[in-house]
T-cell receptor, first 114, second 113 residues
């Protein structure tokens, strides 16, 4: 059983560009959450998708947007990239939206903005 | 608003010694508390979680944590460290009923032979 997969593994962009990151959840999971992990920091919650809608959002600007597809996979889009957007972006999936539902994390996408 | 403080960005122990990683939280409502481990170049893996009920929680790989409301703490322990325990450990809090979790900055566990 494949766990959570993310693509690409690494990505290099320049300031002002746009980027799309992809996530496939663990089999049977219907909820996807995205996190940003800056170097030396803990993950910060960006948003959560369930039934193809954004259900909860952390303190991130509108430059960060997402999408969930009918097969539960998800994309994270970041527009107008800033140097400060350089981070590891983690996707996590779960069966349900509750705080008690165990989240399974993917290995992440390392984004470098030059 | 909730917050998490992990005391010590690095903790160094000898193989076989007790592991103690400290976590203090603040939450305006009864919290759900989590410990995650992150190995290099990997995502986070849940070690254990506290939601309600028994305050001593046992997790995977021999780890356990105790929820102490009076001390607002949720420290992670393991009686005997293994070399394979070397990793980054994150404590997280999620206010009961609200999904959005807040993570601490992490503690790097170093295990010496």
């Amino acid at each position: 059983d494949a766990g959570v997969t993310q693509s690409p593994t690494h990505l290099i962009k320049t300031r002002g560009q746009q980027v799309t990151l992809r996530c496939s959840p663990k089999s049977g999971h219907d909820t996807v959450s995205w996190y940003q992990q800056a170097l030396g920091q803990g993950p910060q919650f960006i948003f959560q998708y369930y039934e193809e809608e954004e259900r909860q959002r952390g303190n991130f600007p509108d430059r960060f947007s997402g999408h969930q597809f009918p097969n539960y996979s998800s994309e994270l889009n970041v527009n107008a990239l800033l140097l400060g957007d350089s981070a590891l972006y983690l996707c996590a999936s779960s069966m349900g939206q509750s705080s008690t539902d165990t989240q399974y994390f993917g290995p992440g996408t390392r984004l470098t903005v030059l | 608003a909730q917050s998490v403080t992990q005391l010590g960005s690095h903790v160094s122990v000898s193989e076989g010694a007790l592991v103690l990683l400290r976590c203090n939280y603040s939450s305006s409502v009864p919290p759900y508390l989590f410990w995650y481990v992150q190995y290099p170049n990997q995502g986070l893996q849940l070690l254990l979680k506290y939601t309600t009920g028994a305050t001593l929680v046992k997790g995977i790989n021999g780890f356990e944590a105790e929820f102490k409301k009076s001390e607002t703490s949720f420290h992670l322990t393991k009686p005997s460290a293994h070399m394979s325990d070397a990793a980054e450990y994150f404590c997280a809090v999620s206010p009961g009923g609200s999904y959005i979790p807040t993570f601490g900055r992490g503690t790097s566990l170093i295990v010496h032979p």
